[in-house]
């Protein structure tokens, strides 16, 4: 099955730098990447997914980086705000064959935007 | 749209107890996924479903754990017995062809 490894579990920036994570993911026929965000007590979001046919994508703030020959994917939030503070997840899809796939989650990074 | 639907919200049971978990996926949505959060762990897939049938249960860790998809409006996740380390928030999920996965706002399960 899938393996995913993300770092850091832990990542404490100053408001308004930025901030990157980073994971990598075992199976080379994954081609779809999303990365979720759980405030306290809340449910995972999805905050933006890349797919394997693009190489980066950019949302606002955010923007998501794919390097497939190495396996591995990243996530840059630019002008970090306090409302950034969570644990951030990324997920690459368990294949089944039996037309779905469920998503194997890396362990989280908690990210802290201090004041 | 309500999303998806789990019950109850919390669950504190003694150990040896049976447990039953609810979801109702959001309409239209043929794909539904049951994950398992702890500290420890991580967020863990238990079991998915497509179009009703189960897909891949690799993720149950016990024969303790069960699930099923009566229909396409509602699943339920069974442990019998329960024991303290079944103490986890459950989270189910579901998904239209190729799109997002939307989670629940999931169960918190407490075994004493």
């Known amino acids: 099955g899938e393996n995913v490894e993300q770092h850091p579990s832990t990542l404490s920036v100053q408001e308004g730098d930025s901030a990157v994570i980073k994971c990598t993911y075992s199976d080379s026929a994954s081609n779809y990447f999303p990365w979720y965000k759980q405030e306290l007590g809340k449910r995972p979001q999805l905050i933006i997914d890349i797919r394997s046919n693009v190489g980066e994508k950019k949302d606002q703030r955010i923007a998501v980086t794919l390097n497939k020959t190495a396996k591995h994917f990243s996530l840059h939030i630019t002008e970090t705000q306090p409302e950034d503070s969570a644990v951030y997840f990324c997920a690459a899809p368990e294949y089944s064959g039996g037309g779905a796939d469920g998503l194997t989650f890396g362990k989280g990074t908690h990210l802290i935007i201090q004041p | 749209d309500a999303g998806v639907i789990q019950s109850p919200r919390h669950e504190v049971t003694e150990m040896g107890q049976e447990v039953t978990l609810r979801c109702k996926p959001i309409?239209?949505?043929?794909?539904l996924f049951w994950y398992r959060q702890t500290m420890m762990r991580g967020l863990e897939l238990l079991i998915y479903f497509n179009n009703n049938v189960p897909i891949d249960d690799s993720g149950m860790p016990e024969d303790r754990f069960s699930a099923k998809m009566p229909n396409a409006s509602f699943s339920t996740l069974k442990i019998q017995p329960s024991e303290p380390r079944d103490s986890a928030v459950y989270f189910c999920a579901s998904r239209a062809d190729r799109r997002e996965q939307y989670f629940g706002p999931g169960t918190r399960l407490t075994v004493t």
């Open positions: 309409s239209g949505h043929n794909s």
